[in-house]
């Protein structure tokens, strides 16, 4: 399994940015997707996932109604639409698959590599 995440980068408070990730190495069509932060000196946070058949989706409540999870199977793509970014979400953020097609299965052992936000002014 291989996921990797892309797209991060220095913004100042409330703008904007899309993670991507690529996954390969599995079945992607049929597991739920999602992503995860760390920020620094804290543990992992599960944030939003996307089911695999592109349905209801997950979110904390941290980043409800400011980022938005979504998929292309045919290319075996996840997305992170973040908007209105604030401080407090700096972090290296991961790409995660789940043990099934549904985000209530939990989430996997693969993490990949991450990719750094930062939001500063």
């Known amino acids: 399994v291989q996921l990797q995440a892309s797209g991060g980068g220095l913004v100042q408070p409330g703008e904007s940015l899309r993670l991507s990730c690529l996954a390969s190495?599995?079945?992607?069509?049929?597991?739920?997707m999602g992503w995860a932060r760390q920020a620094p000196g804290q543990g992992r946070e599960p944030i939003s996932c996307?089911?695999?058949?592109?349905?209801?989706?997950f979110y904390a409540d941290s980043v409800k109604g400011r980022f938005t999870i979504s998929r292309r199977n045919s290319e075996n793509m996840v997305y992170l639409q973040m908007n209105n970014l604030k401080p407090e979400d700096t972090a290296v953020y991961y790409c995660?698959?789940?043990?099934?097609?549904?985000?209530?299965?939990?989430?996997?052992?693969?993490w990949g590599q991450g990719t750094l936000v930062t939001v500063s002014s």
């Open positions: 995660t698959t789940y043990r099934g097609s549904y985000c209530d299965t939990g989430l996997d052992d693969y």
């Open positions: 996307i089911p695999s058949n592109d349905g209801s989706t």
């Open positions: 190495g599995f079945g992607f069509r049929h597991y739920a």
